[in-house]
């Protein structure tokens, strides 16, 4: 059964958190982030949890904070970046509700991204190693109902076309 949620998947810096935040405060829902379900459990922010405990520790944490989505409905849910790409993860979050990918130049997500600062995902990798980290998640979000580019958009502007597109049953890629 298919739950009322939307839940925003893509890269980092695609506007996930700021959008979702606005989208749930114009809808009147609750909003959930991944990455604070995270660090609520853990005690730990995301950077130290990588720092200290690894990826893989993390990517443990994610599988936790799914199940725990599972009871969720009516709510709009922000992922991590690598929260739909691994362990049949993209699969579950389509049953949860309307899966939006937040998509854009991959520059601009990469200056958003360092712009907004401590991310692990970033830490030391260069423009080639973030595109090929990119193009490895790419198939992923492409399995979302809709997919919304966000190039050149401030998070207003994300969320009417979010909103538009939503209420015209989201048939169409945006």
Known sequence: MRRDNIILVGFMGAGKS???????????????????????????????????????????????????????????????????????????????????WLRGDLRELDERARRAGDRPMLAGRTSDEIETLYRQREPYYRRAHLALDTTGLGPDEVVARLLSALRQGHAARV
Not at 35 to 59: W, Y
Not at 78 to 97: I, K, N, Q, S, W
């Open 18 to 100: 700021v959008c979702g935040r606005l989208l749930a405060r114009r809808l009147g829902r609750c909003f959930v982030e991944t990455d604070d379900m995270i660090v609520a459990r853990d005690g730990r922010s995301i950077a130290e949890i990588f720092r200290q405990a690894g990826e893989e520790r993390f990517r443990q944490l994610e599988a936790e904070a799914l199940e725990l989505l599972a009871l969720k409905s009516g709510d709009v849910i922000a992922t991590g970046g690598g929260f739909p790409c691994r362990d049949g993860r993209m699969e579950a979050l389509l049953e949860l509700g309307t899966v939006v």
